[in-house]
């Protein structure tokens, strides 16, 4: 990939579709913007309207906001549904990474987006205990009438038999815990043995997962590789030695998002296992810039903002319906399936991002979560599909997959050219992603010194400050606008 290309220049392939790919008459014309910001309306009006609450009531970053809000959607619609397109089966599962400095209200935001959640999981832990209790005392029971069945004189073995199969046998409740911060691989697959078949690693400290005794030299590679089926919603076989450690369990959804801070995810980003295991590819990036300086209290409760209880009465509802499980506990999932426009919708987007892996094209250095793309897409439309009460997935649900899958694309684009460039090159993206978020993307050197990226380097002298401005405009990224009455340059635009 060219180094030397500008962020905005990254998704310029996503505004058009490609013209052979127009197979259907009925498909309506979609253009995507270039997206630099997350595209909140593209979550819809149930999921986008908390997520925007959220950050402003909260004053967190949008991205912070809406991961939040998608990983509770995404968890409470994966028992409900899997999407069915061309023969195959797709989950409802996301796998989220959000990034975001310390202090940035990652907390808040998942505090809010997941109330619901944590509502029900206490009434759960609750009917647990009594089911618990109940469980123990018809155990007991169930013994005492075995004992004497099975001592009863004058009665042969088949009938004794007999009378024993009559006994209802009480079966121990399930586990009603379905949200983990930090399980080992071993646990996971355990708590889906003795728990719900739909659950969930949720961790707003990241780091505690990535660098806990699951993701240590000696358990990372099993650990990835069984995340990984865990989103393709692959059986998982356990085989072990000890008699009832042993199972194969079908029909399990897990929904992951972990939040990490930058020196977090500059680790995980490069780890070249993780990389090349491509655990990393079915994961949705996204880099939440910090609100340090802007967030004057506000007083507001965003739990108390009527988008927000919308979101909840909707989660809520999704909660309290028990999904259809099979022999064997796992989900016995109704299959969701496309509108003939939607299908053609998904099908151009598809083909117009395969096109771009091709060698030397601008998806090349991102394959891996390209390849994924599709799929993904598919798995948003669907979350929306449930969450907006569709019978069918519709194509206007599939062209906001698109659009949000599009932004991600460009995250995963941007970090891979931080990855590879040099310092230099790292600073001038970084400069370039701040002028464009100014006013008429303009800035003066006045402005550079007070407000410009700290880590670049740019406030700490004037000369300096102008050498990475003339930087930005050698690349065709900005242009000169003004000068001082020394004729030194004074202000700049941003024109990539």
């Known amino acids: 990939m060219d180094s030397n290309r500008s962020p905005k220049e990254l998704l310029e392939f996503a505004t058009q579709y490609h013209e052979d790919s127009r197979q259907e008459a009925e498909l309506p014309t979609f253009k995507v913007a270039i997206q630099t910001e997350y595209p909140l309306d593209a979550l819809g009006e ?52 959000t990034v975001a400095e310390s202090g940035e209200r990652k907390s808040a935001c998942d505090k809010v987006a997941s109330a619901p959640i944590a509502t029900w999981q206490k009434a759960a832990r609750q009917a647990y205990a009594d089911e618990l209790a109940r469980y123990f005392d018809e155990s007991e029971l169930y013994k005492s009438e075995h004992r004497t069945l099975i001592s009863k004189k004058g009665t042969s073995l088949d009938e004794k038999r007999e009378s024993v199969t009559s006994l209802n046998r009480p079966e121990l409740p399930i586990e009603p815990i379905a949200i983990c911060q930090e399980p080992s691989l071993e646990g996971l697959q355990k708590s889906f043995m003795n728990g719900r078949p739909s659950q969930a690693l949720f961790n707003d400290e990241g780091g505690q997962f990535f660098g806990g005794h699951a993701m240590n030299k000696d358990n990372a590679l099993k650990t990835m590789s069984g995340l990984s089926k865990y989103w393709d919603g692959a059986p998982i076989i356990r085989t072990r030695a000890t008699p009832g450690e042993s199972a194969e369990l079908y029909d399990r959804r897990l929904t992951v998002h972990l939040q990490v801070q930058p020196i977090v995810s500059q680790k995980v980003l490069n780890d070249p296992l993780m990389l090349g295991q491509g655990l990393l590819a079915r994961f949705l990036l996204a880099e939440a810039p910090s609100q340090a300086g802007s967030r004057l209290y506000n007083g507001k409760n965003a739990l108390d903002d009527p988008s927000v209880i919308r979101f909840h009465l909707v989660i809520e509802k999704l909660l309290a319906h028990e999904p259809e499980t099979l022999p064997g506990g796992g989900l016995d999932l109704p299959h969701l399936q496309l509108s003939h426009a939607a299908q053609s919708a998904w099908v151009a987007a598809y083909n117009q991002v395969e096109l771009a892996l091709a060698e030397g094209e601008m998806l090349e250095t991102v394959k891996g979560v390209a390849s994924k793309a599709g799929e993904n897409a598919v798995r948003l439309a669907g979350v929306f599909a449930i969450i907006e009460n569709s019978s069918e997935i519709s194509v206007e649900q599939v062209h906001r997959a698109w659009l949000l899958m599009f932004y991600y694309l460009n995250v995963s684009l941007r970090s891979t050219q931080l990855q590879e460039a040099s310092k230099g090159d790292r600073f001038a993206v970084e400069l370039n992603d701040w002028l464009r978020k100014q006013p008429a993307q303009e800035a003066t050197i006045a402005d550079i010194q007070k407000k410009g990226p700290r880590k670049t380097g740019i406030r700490k002298s004037v000369k300096y400050g102008r050498a990475l401005m003339q930087d930005l405009v050698n690349r065709g990224w900005a242009v000169e606008i003004s000068r001082n009455t020394y004729e030194m340059p004074s202000a700049w635009r941003c024109i990539a």
Do not use: C, M
């Open 46 to 97: 149930i999921l986008g309207g908390a997520a925007k609450s959220i950050f402003k009531n909260v004053q967190a970053a949008p991205e912070i906001a809406a991961h939040s809000v998608l990983s509770i959607a995404a968890f409470a619609t994966q028992d409900k549904a899997s999407v069915q397109f061309d023969g195959r089966v797709y989950p409802l599962s996301l796998f989220l990474l």
